[in-house]
């Protein structure tokens, strides 16, 4: 994994920009001690590690203006980073970069219960936004597993989902509008507290864009009211593919369930093991089904599930009888990652996502790989979405094991794209999947992606290295640069 080589002259000027940051950034608001920084060394990526020049965290959108319109004078790149909790190496630090911690933006500024807003800063953990309505009945819908950690801004690059993106959505469609500082300093404000505002989508654009645009300030996000009741089915097979298959049944009848989770028998054991849901430990796949509503809707659409289950070679079928044993049934799926990094030294999670109808065969071609890299792999993923996330497990300490660790995940990866699936379907791509890009996106089409950005960020200043196969963009447009010369993309349409 290759990232841009650092920029001598910048890190001799270390010190006078350390000085220069701390007056835009007074008190405690720079980072510039190593183990002060060593903090932020890495994210969720663990694998990848690399100590940051400066770290500086703002308070104010003036201090975020100022600090970001200073680098861009000074051709200083940076890296925004929300709670670190990304699993792509979206916020990997550069030894001649800032990293720009937005954790002190951790207010809520305005609750409408009349419109179904809310409104907060970037540093604002996603579960915290539920727990600010939910005393009125009210609940902000996407909810990723690291929800009680993750921020919204967070969740904004990324385009976030979670066990209940099925019905209600990733963050994109939950997202009202945004205030964000572009590089040279400008603040910008994207939609507002309305559904579909007017001209070009660029709240769209924004979303998903892993930190490459700009630095997200405020964000205002839709909540929702609580549904009058919901249900969750325990739903067991003797194989992942009959598990596979029940998903497409489910669907194929018109039912949008909640959320739709599928764990194999490695996760169902660690989760049970760690935090004791009740999980059946003698099949090869669980099925966790929810469906909300009216009453009287739940509990017919309960009743078809399990007739659909049954159909399809289920060994259990277990619906919640109460709201205590619904959310034990979550606590299982929800705990699943660090539950499986209790079975293994370290693991490698992945995230691609595919067409429903393939599921069957990639989790077979899953169980092919494992057996090709010697590595064992545990499922846990949206099954009702497709966006799967297998779990590859290793040891770091063992020679030569996490480079087949990575290959294992690649293969994985090139496998959904090639039965008419993406590479990613909420962690982003960051630096774990930039070298796959080509494997889904045509020159051209990178081309275009590249322009975008230097809209956007004309010196290519905002975490560069990320996204991109070819390292860093230059300021001629269709024209990138990669270690032992340059790539010229096809001559594209000037807009």
Not at 84 to 89: D, K, N, P, V
Not at 280 to 297: C, H, N, R
Request: aromatic share 6%; net charge negative.
């Amino acid at each position: 994994m290759l990232m841009p080589d650092p920029d001598q002259k910048i890190l001799d000027r270390r010190a006078d920009i350390v000085e220069a940051l701390r007056r835009i950034v007074p008190g405690n608001g720079v980072i510039a001690e190593r183990a002060g920084m060593s903090v932020y060394e890495c994210d969720g990526l663990t694998a990848y590690r690399q100590m940051p020049l400066v770290v500086v965290l703002p308070e104010t959108v003036e201090q975020v203006s100022d600090v970001l319109r200073y680098c861009t004078a000074e051709g200083l790149k940076v890296v925004p980073r929300g709670a670190g909790t990304s699993l792509s190496g979206g916020a990997l630090p550069l030894a001649d970069g800032v990293v720009l911690g937005m954790s002190r933006f951790d207010r809520i500024h305005n609750i409408d219960y009349a419109n179904r807003c809310i409104t907060a800063g970037p540093g604002v953990t996603n579960l915290a936004l539920t727990k600010a309505v939910e005393g009125a009945g009210f609940y902000y819908a996407p909810d990723p597993s690291s929800q009680i950690a993750c921020t919204i801004g967070g969740n904004v690059a990324e385009n976030s989902g979670g066990v209940h993106c099925l019905k209600y959505g990733l963050t994109t469609n939950n997202l009202l509008g945004l205030q964000m500082v572009l590089m040279d300093g400008t603040v910008v404000r994207l939609g507002g507290s309305h559904l579909d505002a007017g001209g070009y989508d660029l709240l769209g654009v924004v979303t998903g864009s892993e930190g490459l645009l700009g630095v997200v300030t405020e964000v205002t996000v839709r909540i929702l009211p609580r549904p009058p009741a919901a249900r969750a089915l325990l739903i067991g097979f003797p194989t992942a593919v009959a598990a596979g298959t029940c998903v497409g049944r489910i669907m194929a009848s018109g039912i949008v369930p909640a959320g739709m989770e599928m764990m194999d028998r490695p996760a169902i054991h660690a989760a049970e093991a760690f935090c004791h849901p009740g999980y059946p430990l003698d099949v090869e796949a669980l099925l966790i089904v929810e469906l909300d509503g009216p009453v009287e809707e739940v509990d017919e659409l309960v009743g078809r599930v399990e007739a659909i289950a049954t159909a399809t070679g289920a060994s259990l079928v277990r619906a919640s009888r109460d709201e205590a044993e619904r959310m034990a049934f979550w606590a299982g799926r929800k705990a699943a990652f660090p539950a499986v990094g209790r079975i293994a030294p370290d693991y490698y999670c992945m995230d691609g996502t595919i067409p429903r109808g393939r599921l069957p065969e990639v989790l077979e071609g899953i169980a092919e790989l494992s057996k090709k890299y010697g590595l064992a792999c545990a499922n846990v993923f949206h099954a009702g979405d497709g966006n799967l996330h297998p779990l590859v497990l290793y040891d770091a300490n063992a020679l030569g094991q996490l480079e087949r660790a990575e290959a294992f995940g690649s293969d994985i990866l090139r496998l959904c794209v090639a039965v008419g699936g993406v590479l990613t379907g909420e962690h982003g791509v960051g630096v774990e999947k930039r070298d796959l890009m080509p494997e889904m996106f045509s020159d051209v089409d990178l081309g275009i992606q590249l322009r975008l950005k230097s809209a956007f960020d004309p010196l290519g200043l905002l975490n560069p290295g990320k996204v991109f196969p070819l390292l860093h963009a230059c300021a001629e447009m269709g024209r990138v640069h990669v270690h032992g010369g340059a790539t010229r993309f096809p001559e594209l349409p000037r807009f």
